[in-house]
């Protein structure tokens, strides 16, 4: 079970699940160590060959506020600039779209939270196997702060009448049980530490365990307003 304190010393919120953000390319194009980090996304080589979502979307806020905290506010924005340099296309759809991207040779390198890409390496399509055959995965920043991560939690209303049920629920979402379900049928890695899972895409594209990154959940969230600012100022729509 993991539960965020809050400064009271009460129970803040849960932590359920997590998905992490990684880079996927195309297996034809791009060698696995030229995409190996999120810096590298904005390298000049890559000009024309990149694909991403809305940059407003909250999986990529999130990961903008990260690297914010990591590489600081002015080179974030050169970083960000860097990206829109780089698009093949202007941004569009979801997550699987990149991936198809990708596979297509629209682009050759994309990002994409992992349960999509898991969704479409358990898929009895045939035209999904066929795609997932082109596309190889990396986890960035192994070698320096870790891979982001977007968390999914649940918390208890201050005026809720039935506080008492209410932390049961989180409990038993917090629970081994529950948290195979998270893994087996969403495709996202489980919250609580040292639970075992049978899910054979997380496993398969991340060879069994990976370097997450550590940064407080408050400091991602506070920086979104200045990376909202910084995506308007480099034109990323």
Not at 18 to 45: F, G, H
Not at 59 to 75: C, D, K, R, V, W
């Amino acid at each position: 079970m993991r539960a965020k304190r809050s400064d009271s010393g009460g129970i803040a919120w849960f932590g359920l699940s997590t998905r992490a953000r990684v880079i996927v390319y195309n297996k034809l194009k791009v060698q696995k160590s030229d995409a190996d980090t999120y810096e590298k996304l904005a390298d000049p080589k890559f000009k024309g060959k990149l694909c991403i979502r809305s940059g407003s979307h909250p999986y990529n806020l999130s990961l903008f506020g990260a690297m914010t905290e990591h590489i600081g506010p002015q080179q974030t924005e050169v970083w960000l600039k860097g990206l829109v340099n780089n698009m093949a296309r202007n941004p569009a759809g979801g997550d699987t779209d990149q991936i198809k991207g990708v596979a297509s040779g629209e682009c050759a390198v994309a990002v994409t939270n992992t349960y999509y890409l898991a969704r479409m390496m358990r898929s009895t399509n045939a035209a999904d196997k066929a795609l997932i055959e082109k596309v190889g995965v990396v986890f960035p920043n192994q070698s320096s702060w870790g891979t982001h991560l977007n968390i999914a939690g649940g918390a208890i209303a201050k005026n809720s009448k039935n506080q008492g049920n209410a932390l049961k629920f989180l409990e038993y979402l917090a629970s081994a049980s529950a948290q195979n379900h998270f893994a087996n049928g969403n495709n996202e890695w489980p919250a609580a530490k040292g639970l075992s899972f049978d899910n054979p895409a997380l496993k398969a594209m991340s060879g069994g365990s990976f370097k997450s990154e550590v940064l407080p959940v408050s400091a991602v969230g506070m920086n979104q307003i200045k990376v909202q600012q910084m995506l308007d100022r480099v034109g990323f729509r």
